[in-house]
């Protein structure tokens, strides 16, 4: 069974950092491109961005590209995204996917003072 | 950047009929994915490739489509199909949702 295990979301000031981490497990994680998607509060869907299978290929939507760094650690068949100077735009439900077929359950992250 | 746009944003259907959501691209794409989201819960994928079925979603469920337009179809509302929906473009980044269409159950 294909499961992803979203961690690392919190409360964080704005301004401030936050990684966030996606476990892999049920599948070679070797094998697919990673994506990462987020949900404002009572909005809909916004891509963030992808990665290839070793990491060679990096995609993000042009407006988080300067904030956002995706990444991934295939020994350790887990996803990261390190977000940077967070503002309350930010504020959201982050979401991994494996290939857009299967999602994670999210993680919620509040930037607030 | 492709846009996708939705319509209707929302509608309500009685049980039994059939439902059409549309999904319209700003530009060409070679295909779509249709997603179930239903309030708190992750999106389900429904269509991929523009018309097969993912494993486990109900057949009264189907996509179609080509070029700049697309559809979800569900033949025959269901209660449990209340929910919004929200299509998906892979063809070139950056990926882009559509807005979503909410659908409820008359």
């Known amino acids: 069974e294909v499961k992803l295990v979203e961690s690392g979301g919190g409360l964080v000031q704005p301004g401030r950092s936050l990684k966030l981490s996606c476990a892999a497990s049920?599948?070679?994680?070797?094998?697919?491109?990673m994506g990462w998607v987020r949900q404002a509060p009572g909005k809909g869907l916004e891509w963030i961005g992808e990665i290839n299978k070793d990491s060679s290929t990096i995609n993000y939507t042009p407006s988080l590209k300067d904030k956002f760094t995706i990444s991934r650690d295939n020994a350790q068949n887990t996803l990261y995204l390190q977000m940077s100077k967070l503002g309350s735009e930010d504020t959201a439900i982050y979401y991994c996917?494996?290939?857009?077929?299967?999602w994670g359950q999210g993680v919620m992250v509040t930037v607030s003072s | 950047e492709i846009v996708l746009t939705q319509s209707p944003t929302t509608m309500a259907a009685s049980p039994g009929e059939k439902v059409t959501l549309t999904c319209l691209a700003s530009s060409s794409v070679n295909y779509i994915y249709w997603y179930q989201q239903k309030s708190s819960a992750s999106p389900k994928l429904l269509i991929y490739y523009t018309s097969s079925l993912a494993s486990g979603v109900p057949d009264r469920f189907s996509g179609s489509g080509s070029g700049t337009s697309y559809s979800l179809t569900i033949s025959s509302m269901e209660a449990e199909d209340a929910a919004i929906y929200y299509c998906?473009?892979?063809?070139?980044?950056?990926?882009?949702f559509g807005s979503g269409t909410k659908l409820e159950i008359k």
């Open positions: 996917a494996r290939d857009y077929s299967s």
């Open positions: 049920g599948f070679n994680f070797n094998d697919y491109w």
């Open positions: 998906l473009q892979l063809t070139s980044t950056p990926l882009t």
